[in-house]
Nanobody, 120 residues
Framework: QVQLVESGGGLVQAGGSLRLSCAASGSIFSINVMSWYRQAPGKQRDLVAS???????NFGDFVKGRFTISRNSAKNTMYLQMSSVEPEDTAVYYC??????????????WGQGTQVTVSS
């Protein structure tokens, strides 16, 4: 089994910065793609950013250069550095990983989420 644990959420003022972390543990053979998603009340879950094993990145259109994503593959951790945050960034942020638990078995895992609240 694989566990993803997010940390770093909280309350921040508009224009400020916040850093989210996601740590993966358990029966991990390798991790291909790691991603951050977010979901605001009453809205669908949207991709914020993703990063592959070779550090290729992808961002949601709404990011507009304000966030960066990085990972430490040796520690199975991922980070989201959020800058110039806006009240519209308020949401629960979820970590997602596509994990290989053996040479031939892969699965998708989600963290429990961390709340980010941006005050105006």
């Amino acid at each position: 089994q694989v566990q993803l644990v997010e940390s770093g959420g909280g309350l921040v003022q508009a224009g400020g910065s916040l850093r989210l972390s996601c740590a993966a543990s358990g029966s991990i053979f390798s991790i291909n793609v790691m991603s951050w998603y977010r979901q605001a009340p009453g809205k669908q879950r949207d991709l914020v950013a993703s990063i592959t094993a070779d550090d290729s990145t992808n961002f949601g259109d709404f990011v507009k250069g304000r966030f960066t994503i990085s990972r430490n593959s040796a520690k199975n951790t991922m980070y989201l550095q959020m800058s110039s945050v806006e009240p519209e960034d308020t949401a629960v942020y979820y970590c997602h990983a596509h994990v290989a638990t053996s040479d031939y078995l892969t699965n998708d895992y989600w963290g429990q989420g961390t709340q980010v609240t941006v005050s105006s």
